[in-house]
């Protein structure tokens, strides 16, 4: 892992609070008493340890008369560790991610070969040259829907919809909602449309 930024640095900018204390004369004392703060954390500052309070860092700036020196400082400082700490967070994450992957891949290689299945049509241009009930009734049992939905989705009556199904007398849909009825399967999501074809396969038991 990288070594944490930033520790030389603070170091050097503790000697400089340090240095520009000592040129007023003041002892680690008074300035603490100047800046509101203990002599202790003052203390730390000054050998780098960590002091990362900005508003310490300006009113001692401004008690030494160091001309925004030393908050320059602070601030090149806190973003290198802010850097740092995103970088960090970034290569865990990515670290994770490839994790993930590598679990992936190891449980799809582990798992045993599923059953082959029928060959499912390539559903992605499905269309129909003339809508009669048959079609029209796959399509709504394909779709999951009761006559009432399905003629709610085309826009017709409910008993428009039951007269194209009607297995004795069926009314051929006129040719809007034959338009209504091409729209609705090309529409329709590639299992529907594989589920329409399956059941136009099945010998119909409504003729």
Same mark, same amino acid.
């Given at each position: ?32 008493? %100047? ?17 990362? $309070? ?17 908050? +320059? ?12 700490? &995103? ?6 994450? %990515? ?18 070969? +599923? ?8 559903? &992605? ?15 709504? &049992? ?25 297995? %004795? ?32 396969? $099945? ?5």
């Amino acid at each position: 892992m990288a070594a944490w930024p930033g520790v030389e640095q603070r170091k050097d900018f503790g000697r400089q609070l340090a240095g520009w204390r000592a040129a007023t004369g003041m002892t680690q004392a008074q300035l603490a008493k %100047r800046t509101c703060y203990s002599r202790s954390p003052l203390a730390n500052a000054e050998i780098g340890r960590d002091m990362s $309070i900005r508003g310490f860092w300006r009113d001692a700036d401004d008690m030494v008369g160091a001309n925004s020196a030393l908050l +320059a400082a602070f601030d090149q400082v806190t973003a290198l560790v802010r850097d740092f700490q &995103e970088q960090q967070a970034s290569a865990r994450d %990515r670290e994770r991610r490839q994790r993930a992957g590598r679990l992936i891949a190891a449980t799809v290689q582990t798992q045993p070969s +599923a059953p082959a299945e029928p060959k499912r049509c390539q559903c &992605e241009a499905v269309v129909v040259g003339r809508w009669t009930g048959r079609e029209v009734r796959a399509l709504r &049992e394909a779709l999951r829907m009761t006559v009432h939905d399905f003629a709610q989705r085309l826009g017709a009556s409910d008993a428009a919809v039951s007269g194209w199904e009607h297995r %004795r007398t069926p009314t051929p849909p006129k040719m809007a909602a034959q338009a209504a009825l091409d729209q609705t399967l090309a529409l329709a999501d590639t299992d529907t449309k594989a589920r329409f074809l399956l059941i136009l396969n $099945i010998p119909d038991q409504h003729a």
